[in-house]
């Protein structure tokens, strides 16, 4: 990943700013900013890795954004920040996901990790986890692609107790 996309990001002062600069970046950067910082939540909260990248400071008060009324990350949950980060670079860019095949199975699995970390099931995650299944189910997917997202995919009705479902992507 090129270094210098994380430092132009570190001068971003608010949500705003951060938008807009990303909004500057190629796709194909913003894409693998978004896919690092997933990759690291993932590693920091499931294998144990550290991060070897550190996201805008002041991500860290905006945390909140992460939250549903009560229902908010796990207290241990570590790199939030980066995980904020991969959702504002692109679960809530609808023009770039509505754009690159890529974004929309990036955007759901950032969305699924985000789901796992929050202490209850939320609705309105699982609202955007269908809308960006079907943007995904109605894409190309390779072999190998596929068959993870259907894991996934079923992993996700599980979250919600929609059985049948889930036995119909492991299917």
């Not at 210098?4 to 950067?29: C, F």
């Not at 943007?135 to 190998?144: A, Q, R, T, Y």
Request: charged residues 25%.
């Amino acid at each position: 990943m090129k270094e210098e996309v994380w430092e132009r990001l570190a001068s971003a002062q608010d949500i705003s700013s951060l938008r807009g600069l990303l909004s500057e970046l190629p796709r194909d950067d913003v894409l693998m900013l978004a896919q690092k910082a997933f990759n690291e939540v993932i590693g920091a909260n499931f294998v144990g890795c550290s991060a070897s990248s550190s996201p805008p400071s002041f991500l860290a008060q905006e945390l909140t954004l992460l939250k549903f009324d009560v229902n908010e990350p796990y207290v241990k949950t570590r790199l939030l920040s980066q995980l904020l980060l991969a959702k504002i670079a692109v679960v809530d860019q609808r023009e770039l996901r509505g754009k690159c095949a890529h974004a929309n199975l990036l955007a759901f699995r950032i969305l699924l990790l985000w789901q796992k970390i929050l202490m209850e099931p939320s609705t309105v995650l699982k609202d955007m986890m269908d809308e960006c299944a079907g943007l995904v189910e109605s894409g190309e997917l390779d072999g190998e692609e596929k068959l993870v997202y259907l894991l996934e995919r079923a992993n996700s009705h599980l979250i919600y107790y929609d059985y049948e479902k889930c036995a119909d992507c492991i299917q």
